[in-house]
């Protein structure tokens, strides 16, 4: 009888088809045009080498199978620099954009080196692409593997977490300076960071030039394998991959997830006026979506649409995602305008698009957290609704609606219970569950949550476009004096309302995302599109951590409580039927006076009683039922506790309007609610208590 063995952990990286493949006598480069007549490789000895050191033709005949030109080059291996060169047609009426000259970086590259070069000639000369071995030691690395349900996104900036001088650290705005703020993250109780994009993006302007306005934020993509050459701290070519692995693996040995925004829906070649940089100057009918032949179709705002339903198109996307997945151990994606991926080759939202479901049931991709932001910029909105049970999605309604609901709109305490119970109202008639529903109140795109709470009006004259930029609608207010202020009345209510927005988040059923610094209400003065902004208007104030020390242990105790409170994370929706074992309701809704709630009244206050999940759904009885007090009057209010819970043994875990350290009880030891179950909340302020464990 044959005995099983143990084996190693097995290493395994992920070979695309096309790009540079390294074999032990040379390097394959393979590449894909069908309209092509012509194709070089250029191969370059140093990244600031103006001319290739050689020159070598495709042979149409013998190095071209089908519409892949591919061919072995012997003796050089990786780190060698190379770009292609693609003769063709001049047609843009018919969609070709052939330009012999230009020097075009291959749509496959796992690294680029350098940066633009100043052209006296006309020739734009982009970043070389780099050869790269993806050989690695991962000592055993593997994905974490955390449910949906029990996560806490945490969304940041690579290079903002730790390039402002406050950081004090020894690889400032790098991959390596992540690794020196994890015991932060691990404090603060997060559970995945959702990194804004790391693929590639041009750093200056394409004729070498340095930019008015950067692009900070990354959403402008030229290589969607290769991360990030300007967040490498190391200057070598291709240090960024190691680099970049070596963040992954250190974040995963501290039990932390990385999810990668990618932005599979244009690039930064813009529209007909921009330049040929790579994808234009190999298959541009295939890789945009056209109008009329020369014209960019613009779903994106940023010029240009990728055709991700074309089956090359969406073929590169596949690759893409299983090469962060097998080669960086990434954990999952969010996808950035993903509305886009709904669309067909002529632009028309269609039902099941073929990309949507092939991410949705590419086995390589099982285990990876898939995350959808479901809108474009051309008019789609897809919230609820957006591919299979498999996505999940950046809940847009849940951010508009507690905004409103705490800003003191009328007509919102409805929407307000909806959120907090999961969003049902948009996931539960597709099979989905409450984890589809990724809530957050702020994110990149928008005010701080101290600027929400701080400012009425965007504030974004430093970027440039006369206040013209961002959005207009953003539900915020500043109750009474528009920005900083020493004024006493109007910053308690500003801390009051941080708390009650933070608290509301963390208590939806659903899955939350916290920006990086609202823990520590990090500001941007107002700007609410700080896309420009490489500056302290961005970066992370580390100050702020020692500053607002109360705020960050606020937040740490409700990440704390989430995270130990199967009763805020249920993997199925609240019912209001009873509990199985128990005569109490899953969720009750109450009116301040203790009475069932009407949902017609008009002041926006309530009670909510949510039960502990039933044995079977926590088998080690860590559930606690929760009371939830919530009055975003501008009113102090008397609240009744409910018949509910007055033969339960409450205790105060929170209470927004105190100072601290009595506004939170991490240890669920506060003091107990007045023996007449009597309580008075002041004006936009909430409370919460929990039952203790011997009354469950």
Same mark, same amino acid.
């Given at each position: 009888?044959?005995?099983?063995?143990?084996?190693?952990?097995?290493?395994?990286?992920?070979?695309? &088809?096309?790009?540079?493949?390294?074999?032990?006598?040379?390097?394959?480069?393979?590449? %894909?045009?069908?309209?092509?007549?012509?194709?070089?490789?250029?191969?370059?000895?140093?990244?600031?080498?103006?001319?290739p050191a050689e020159s070598i033709d495709f042979d149409r005949d013998n190095d071209r199978w089908g519409d892949v030109w591919s061919l072995v080059v012997p003796g050089i291996g990786p780190g060698q620099l190379y770009q292609f060169q693609a003769s063709g047609p001049w047609a843009p009426e018919q969609g070709h954009r052939f330009d012999s000259a230009a020097r075009l970086i291959d749509p496959y590259a796992d690294a680029l080196a350098g940066t633009y070069q100043k052209s006296t000639d006309g020739v734009i000369r982009p970043p070389r692409c780099v050869v790269v071995d993806h050989e690695f030691d991962w000592e055993g690395d593997r994905h974490v593997r955390r449910p949906l349900s029990e996560s806490v996104i945490y969304e940041m900036h690579v290079r903002g977490f730790t390039q402002s001088r406050s950081a004090d650290s020894t690889a400032p705005g790098s991959y390596l300076g992540v690794i020196e703020k994890i015991p932060y993250l691990k404090s603060l109780g997060v559970t995945a960071v959702e990194l804004m994009p790391v693929h590639e993006f041009p750093i200056r302007g394409i004729h070498g030039e340095r930019l008015r306005r950067p692009n900070y934020w990354g959403y402008d993509p030229m290589a969607f394998f290769a991360p990030h050459r300007g967040y490498a701290h190391g200057t070598s070519p291709g240090a960024q991959v190691n680099e970049f692995?070596?963040?992954?693996?250190?974040?995963?040995?501290?039990?932390?997830?990385?999810?990668?925004?990618?932005?599979?829906?244009?690039?930064?070649?813009?529209?007909?006026?921009?330049?040929?940089?790579?994808?234009?100057?190999?298959?541009?009918?295939?890789?945009?979506?056209?109008?009329?032949?020369?014209?960019?179709?613009?779903?994106?705002?940023?010029?240009?649409?990728?055709?991700?339903?074309?089956?090359?198109?969406?073929?590169?996307?596949f690759h893409c995602l299983r090469?962060?997945?097998?080669?960086?151990?990434?954990?999952?994606?969010?996808?950035?305008?993903?509305?886009?991926?709904?669309?067909?080759?002529?632009?028309?939202?269609?039902? !099941? &698009?073929?990309?949507?479901?092939?991410?949705?049931?590419?086995?390589?991709?099982?285990?990876?957290?898939?995350?959808?932001?479901?809108?474009?910029?051309?008019?789609?909105?897809?919230?609820?609704? %957006?591919?299979?049970?498999?996505?999940?999605?950046? !809940?847009?309604?849940?951010?508009?609606?507690?905004?409103?609901?705490?800003r003191g709109d009328g007509g919102t305490l409805g929407a307000l219970a909806t959120r907090l119970a999961g969003s049902s109202d948009l996931y539960h008639h597709s099979g989905r569950m409450p984890a589809?529903?990724? !809530?957050?109140?702020?994110?990149?795109?928008?005010?701080?949550? !101290?600027?929400?709470?701080?400012?009425?009006?965007k504030h974004n004259l430093a970027n440039g476009e006369e206040n013209r930029d961002g959005d207009n609608h953003n539900i915020s207010d500043n109750y009474g004096v528009e920005g900083t202020t020493r004024r006493k009345v109007v910053n308690e209510v500003r801390t009051r309302q941080i708390k009650n927005m933070l608290t509301t988040l963390m208590l939806s059923q659903g899955v939350p995302m916290l920006v990086s610094g609202d823990e520590v209400r990090r500001t941007q003065r107002g700007?609410?599109?700080?896309?420009?902004?490489?500056?302290?208007?961005?970066?992370?104030?580390?100050?702020?951590?020692?500053?607002?020390?109360?705020?960050?242990?606020?937040?740490?105790?409700?990440?704390?409580?989430?995270?130990?409170?199967?009763?805020?994370?249920?993997?199925?929706?609240?019912?209001?039927?009873?509990?199985?074992?128990?005569?109490?309701?899953?969720?009750?809704?109450?009116?301040?006076?203790?009475?069932?709630?009407d949902w017609g009244q008009g002041e926006l206050a309530m009670t909510v009683f949510i039960a502990a999940p039933p044995r079977i759904d926590d088998p080690e009885g860590l559930g606690r039922d929760i009371l939830m007090l919530f009055n975003s009057t501008?009113?102090?209010?008397?609240?009744?506790?409910?018949?509910?819970?007055?033969?339960?043994?409450?205790?105060?875990?929170?209470?927004?309007?105190?100072?601290?350290?009595?506004?939170?009880?991490?240890?669920?030891?506060?003091?107990? &609610?007045?023996?007449?179950?009597?309580?008075?909340?002041?004006?936009?302020?909430?409370?919460?208590?929990?039952?203790?464990?011997?009354?469950?």
């Open positions: 009888m044959l005995m099983r063995q143990p084996c190693p952990p097995l290493q395994f990286s992920y070979h695309a &088809p096309f790009g540079a493949t390294v074999h032990e006598t040379g390097v394959q480069f393979s590449v %894909f045009s069908r309209s092509a007549t012509a194709m070089r490789l250029l191969l370059y000895n140093h990244i600031d080498d103006r001319e692995k070596t963040m992954i693996k250190a974040l995963h040995a501290a039990g932390i997830e990385v999810i990668l925004d990618v932005v599979f829906n244009h690039t930064c070649e813009g529209n007909e006026n921009g330049p040929t940089l790579s994808f234009k100057g190999l298959e541009n009918q295939v890789y945009y979506i056209l109008s009329e032949g020369r014209h960019y179709s613009n779903y994106s705002g940023c010029g240009n649409t990728v055709n991700g339903n074309h089956p090359v198109v969406r073929e590169m996307i090469s962060w997945v097998h080669n960086y151990h990434i954990d999952g994606f969010r996808f950035d305008l993903a509305s886009i991926l709904s669309r067909d080759r002529g632009g028309n939202l269609v039902p !099941n &698009p073929p990309i949507v479901e092939l991410i949705g049931e590419d086995p390589l991709l099982s285990d990876t957290k898939i995350i959808a932001e479901a809108w474009d910029a051309a008019g789609a909105y897809q919230v609820g609704s %957006f591919g299979t049970p498999r996505w999940a999605e950046w !809940n847009g309604r849940y951010r508009d609606d507690v905004r409103a609901f705490w589809s529903s990724i !809530n957050f109140i702020t994110s990149h795109d928008g005010f701080t949550l !101290n600027d929400l709470v701080s400012y009425k009006e700007n609410n599109n700080a896309y420009c902004q490489d500056n302290d208007t961005s970066w992370f104030d580390w100050k702020l951590v020692n500053k607002n020390a109360d705020m960050f242990r606020f937040t740490q105790s409700l990440i704390q409580f989430r995270r130990s409170q199967p009763t805020v994370r249920r993997t199925a929706f609240l019912t209001g039927q009873p509990i199985e074992g128990r005569a109490v309701p899953d969720v009750c809704w109450y009116a301040p006076d203790g009475n069932p709630l501008g009113s102090p209010m008397q609240y009744v506790l409910p018949a509910v819970g007055t033969s339960l043994n409450w205790t105060t875990f929170l209470n927004t309007a105190a100072e601290s350290p009595h506004d939170i009880f991490p240890l669920l030891n506060g003091p107990k &609610p007045p023996k007449n179950h009597t309580i008075k909340l002041v004006p936009h302020s909430m409370r919460v208590y929990v039952s203790e464990p011997s009354a469950i």
